[in-house]
């Protein structure tokens, strides 16, 4: 599911899927990263900010309350288990590009989650270089990057318990390899921006910030 919500005088928005219950296996890790990418967005009037997972009703309630900004749900973990051929890479990406915005400079934050270990070497560098020009000067870009190639049988919802703290609930996802880049690796997939933050965290990911240049005066 995605959608389009967006706060200020004139508020529309639309229903939210709320996260399933909160179960006991459910656990909730530290951010490090997420408070830096918050108070970044934060200081733009009326941010736009792209999420590339699911809609989860909390995380809506929460930016939109935090930022009053303009948030764009597109989810791309449901075009990647509908993809019926993962070798069919060409079709995978145009799939996932039909779901984010054309105009380049039209973003203010974007929240990746562990998209990046789901997908082909070559359709991640493409994608990510689709983002890069969807970010406009003083962006930023969140995501977490694998840092050892384990089986994957589930996706993962980020629900956001606090600005640094995420609750990991396991959903239904594809029976497949995590994709591991290294470190160097991600940093050219994302050329053209800086990397702000980069924090390895026990759950065997790595968190990170990239954030693009702001415009010169």
Same mark, same amino acid.
């Given at each position: 599911m995605s959608g389009f919500f967006k706060w @200020? =005088?004139?508020?529309? #928005?639309?229903?939210?899927?709320?996260?399933?219950? $909160? #179960? $006991?296996?459910?656990?909730?890790?530290?951010?490090?990263?997420?408070?830096?990418? &918050?108070?970044?967005?934060?200081?733009?009037?009326?941010? $736009? +900010? +792209?999420? &590339? %997972?699911?809609?989860?009703?909390s995380n809506v309630q929460l930016f939109g309350d935090r930022l009053a900004c303009r948030l764009h749900v597109q989810d791309l973990f449901e075009q990647i288990r509908r993809a019926t051929d993962p070798a069919a890479a060409d079709l995978v990406l145009a799939s996932l590009r039909a779901r984010l915005p054309t105009e380049p400079d039209s973003v203010d934050g974007i929240l990746c989650w562990d998209v990046f270990d789901y997908l082909d070497p070559l359709v991640s560098h493409s994608l990510a270089g689709d983002l890069? =020009?969807?970010? *406009?000067? /003083? @962006?930023? &870009?969140? @995501?977490?990057?694998? #840092?050892?190639? #384990?089986?994957?049988?589930?996706?993962? !919802?980020f629900v956001v318990e606090a600005d640094d703290a995420i609750r990991l609930q396991a959903y239904? /996802?594809?029976?497949?390899? *995590?994709?591991? &880049?290294?470190? =160097?690796? $991600?940093? =050219?997939?994302? %050329? %053209?921006?800086? +990397?702000?933050?980069?924090?390895?965290?026990?759950? @065997?990911? !790595?968190?990170m910030l990239f954030r693009r240049a702001a415009a010169s005066p």
């Open positions: @200020g =005088r004139k508020a529309v #928005t639309e229903p939210a899927a709320m996260p399933p219950a $909160v #179960t $006991v296996s459910d656990p909730v890790v530290p951010s490090k990263v997420l408070p830096a990418f &918050l108070s970044s967005v934060s200081r733009q009037s009326s941010p $736009v +900010l +792209l999420d &590339l %997972g699911p809609v989860v009703g890069v =020009r969807l970010l *406009r000067p /003083g @962006g930023v &870009l969140h @995501g977490y990057f694998a #840092t050892a190639s #384990t089986p994957l049988s589930t996706f993962t !919802r239904p /996802g594809p029976t497949t390899r *995590r994709r591991v &880049l290294s470190l =160097r690796d $991600v940093e =050219r997939m994302f %050329g %053209g921006l800086r +990397l702000a933050e980069s924090v390895l965290l026990r759950t @065997g990911s !790595r968190e």
